[in-house]
């Protein structure tokens, strides 16, 4: 019996499934928050924020298995150069607010109306941008190699 063992081409297919999900549950995030913000019924709104609450944990968590997938392919290189070092400069910091995102939504309590909400918000969407960004110059890398 042989040990499990990943070629390179593994890992980039690896990668490139996993991916998507992290993206994907960031994007229904925004979506749902967005959808929560509109006027309607209350539980609505409650279940708007539910799911834009459970996507943002849910993708954070997933964004670990795509990080390290990505060092496995990157040969542990943080930044790189080219395409790859674009890649890295909107990765890390999507990377790094989508778990802060979903850590804040684990430790609220209240039901985040006011100030915090909207800074929030702000945050979310620009996580968004930058995971896009970083999607792109992913796309990228696929293109050019």
């Not at 229904?28 to 279940?47: D, I, N, R, T, Y």
């Not at 395409?83 to 684990?106: C, D, E, K, N």
Request: net charge positive; with cysteine.
């Amino acid at each position: 019996m042989s040990a499990l063992r990943f070629e390179p081409a593994d890992w980039s297919r690896l990668h490139g499934g996993i991916t998507h999900f992290p993206i994907a549950l960031l994007l229904v995030s925004v979506l749902c928050e967005f959808l929560a913000l509109l006027p309607g019924k209350a539980e609505w709104q409650w279940g708007f924020r539910f799911t834009a609450s459970f996507s943002i944990i849910v993708g954070a968590l997933g964004s670990y298995v795509a990080v390290f997938s990505g060092l496995v392919m990157a040969r542990g290189q943080l930044m790189g150069h080219g395409a790859m070092l674009r890649h890295h400069q909107f990765v890390w910091p999507a990377f790094a607010l989508m778990t802060a995102l979903a850590g804040w939504r684990i430790s609220e309590r209240s039901g985040g109306a006011g100030k915090r909400s909207w800074i929030y918000l702000g945050l979310l969407f620009l996580a968004a941008g930058l995971m896009s960004a970083a999607g792109y110059w992913g796309g990228e890398l696929l293109n050019r190699g």
